[in-house]
């Protein structure tokens, strides 16, 4: 297994910190409003990769946040004239049935910040106690200069990153770099803390959930190139100043996406709700659509991708549901079980090479209609080599058990074909049309 590592720039080998297990944390929403279709591209490219270690046999153990404690919510909270709880209630019940929708996996972790106020106070102290962050007027701040490898992540010279970046203007501050661990406010909610009123800075809150979940570093920390700065060079180096690492082994970013190769995102006006595209759109053709491109690469959607997907998630429907015709009339039954395949772990192993297992699936799906056509002995094999892959990928495709009746009807409607009374072989045909078995 190889993955490419953002930290490092290069793709490594892949060692867990512990043998058979892999703990993995992605930075999930901040729930002040319904997310748009990029947000979905981390969701369902990690999904993708949870679901694969643990094909492999690991056990993973995976969390994702919610930013329940921000600005924004408390933006939202007076322009929906409701509470911020209730803002934040809303939109993380909106955002799983997004998740739900779109045939994402349960995980283990969905840690929030109003839950680790007590975490996050201890951790500021300590970087305080060990003079990586100091307290002014009710705010404290880190201290970046303090970290030699500050823009390790992003590679750049912190002259640089100040140069480049929209860095907040605050003369209270030792460095135009340093970031807010605690901010003092009286506006909307906020919550008593060692420094006075005030809500958490959005950096810590990341790596306090890590640290209470797993301990001081993990395997694989994961999200969105744009995340990459500020927020997860000053989780890493929060982490550096605490722990002495760079909280994770392995930094994995996916590429944003385009539309009409102009980057999507809220500030820019040009985004899609994930509540609307679903209507639009089915999971699988989407969740083709998306991993038809490598996770790192930007993505570019257009009308031409979506029917792409379409294409290659209608030729899977009739290839399976052909085989399980197949294995429910002419089989004492199937049992699925997962079916190794050697190209595509080989596929996946590289760095989640994504577009090469499509193209993998669409040959097994051309050798499955083969075996059928031909009575061929390799049915069930091939239907659940495909149907691993597809389960892997996120990808869900019913394959029910036959009932006694419904094979009953089947046999009736291949009689009448066979005596030409096409009369009754036609009622016979769109009760099993109905039934979805043909």
């Given at each position: 297994m190889k993955?490419?590592n953002?930290l490092?720039?290069?793709i490594?080998?892949?060692?867990?910190?512990e043998?058979?297990?892999?703990?993995m944390?992605?930075?999930?929403?901040?729930?002040?409003?319904?997310?748009?279709?990029?947000?979905?591209?981390p969701?369902?490219?990690f999904d993708?990769?949870?679901k694969?270690?643990?094909?492999?046999?690991?056990?993973?153990t995976?969390a994702?946040?919610?930013?329940?404690?921000?600005?924004?919510i408390i933006?939202a909270a007076?322009?929906?004239k409701?509470?911020e709880?209730e803002v934040?209630?809303r939109?993380i019940?909106a955002y799983l049935?997004?998740?739900?929708?779109?045939?994402c996996?349960?995980?283990?972790?969905?840690?929030?910040?109003?839950?680790?106020?007590d975490?996050?106070f201890s951790?500021?102290?300590k970087?305080?106690e060990?003079d990586?962050a100091?307290?002014?007027?009710?705010n404290?701040?880190f201290?970046?200069?303090?970290i030699?490898?500050?823009g390790?992540?992003?590679?750049?010279?912190t002259s640089d990153l100040i140069?480049g970046s929209?860095i907040?203007i605050d003369?209270?501050?030792?460095?135009?770099?340093?970031?807010?661990l605690?901010?003092?406010?009286?506006k909307?909610?906020?919550?008593?803390?060692?420094?006075g009123?005030g809500?958490?800075g959005?950096h810590?809150?990341c790596v306090v959930?890590i640290?209470?979940?797993f301990?001081p570093?993990?395997d694989?920390?994961?999200?969105?190139?744009?995340?990459?700065f500020p927020h997860?060079?000053?989780e890493i180096a929060?982490?550096?100043?605490?722990?002495?690492n760079?909280?994770?082994?392995?930094?994995m970013h996916n590429g944003h996406i385009?539309?009409n190769?102009?980057?999507?995102s809220?500030?820019?006006g040009?985004?899609?709700l994930a509540?609307d595209?679903?209507k639009?759109?089915n999971?699988n053709e989407?969740?083709?659509?998306f991993?038809?491109?490598?996770?790192r690469?930007?993505l570019n959607?257009s009308n031409k991708?979506?029917?792409e997907g379409?294409s290659?998630?209608n030729?899977?429907?009739a290839?399976l549901?052909?085989?399980?015709?197949?294995?429910n009339?002419?089989n004492d039954?199937h049992?699925y079980?997962?079916e190794k395949?050697i190209?595509?772990?080989k596929?996946?192993?590289d760095d989640f090479?994504?577009?090469?297992?499509i193209?993998l699936?669409?040959?097994?799906?051309?050798e499955?209609?083969?075996?059928?056509r031909?009575n061929?002995k390799?049915?069930l094999?091939?239907?659940?080599k495909?149907?691993t892959?597809t389960?892997?990928l996120g990808l869900?495709?019913p394959m029910?058990k036959?009932?006694?009746?419904?094979?009953?009807?089947?046999?009736?409607?291949?009689?009448?074909?066979?005596?030409?009374?096409?009369?009754?072989?036609?009622?016979y045909r769109q009760?099993?049309?109905?039934?979805?078995i043909l």
């Open positions: 993955i490419y953002s490092t720039k290069k490594e080998d892949f060692h867990p910190i043998e058979g297990k892999v703990t944390y992605v930075c999930g929403p901040t729930v002040y409003n319904y997310v748009h279709i990029g947000n979905m591209r969701v369902i490219t993708m990769v949870y694969y270690f643990k094909y492999l046999g690991y056990k993973v995976y994702s946040n919610f930013t329940d404690v921000n600005p924004k933006k007076e322009e929906l409701i509470t709880r934040a209630d939109f019940k049935e997004d998740l739900k929708n779109y045939n996996s349960e995980i283990d972790k969905r840690p929030r910040v109003i839950e680790c106020l975490d996050i951790f500021i102290k970087l305080i060990k990586y100091y307290a002014v007027d009710g404290v701040y201290r970046v200069s303090k030699k490898d500050y390790i992540l992003s590679k750049q010279e140069s929209r907040e003369d209270r501050k030792e460095n135009p770099l340093d970031f807010a605690w901010r003092k406010t009286d909307g909610e906020q919550f008593d803390s060692p420094w009123k809500i958490p959005w810590t809150e959930m640290n209470k979940i301990g570093k993990i694989i920390h994961a999200g969105g190139v744009d995340l990459k997860h060079e000053n929060q982490s550096i100043a605490l722990n002495n760079y909280i994770a082994n392995y930094w385009n539309i190769n102009e980057k999507m809220k500030s820019l040009n985004f899609i509540k595209f679903i639009e759109h999971a989407i969740k083709l659509a991993l038809s491109t490598h996770y690469q930007p959607l991708i979506l029917e379409k290659i998630n030729k899977i429907i290839a549901k052909s085989a399980n015709l197949e294995l009339i002419n039954g049992i079980t997962k395949d190209l595509f772990e596929y996946m192993n090479n994504t577009p090469n297992v193209t699936l669409l040959s097994l799906v051309k499955l209609n083969q075996e059928i031909n061929g390799e049915i094999p091939l239907t659940n495909i149907l892959i389960n892997i869900t495709y029910p036959f009932t006694e009746k419904q094979k009953e009807i089947y046999k009736e409607w291949e009689n009448a074909r066979k005596n030409k009374d096409y009369e009754k072989a036609d009622i009760k099993l049309i109905e039934e979805n």
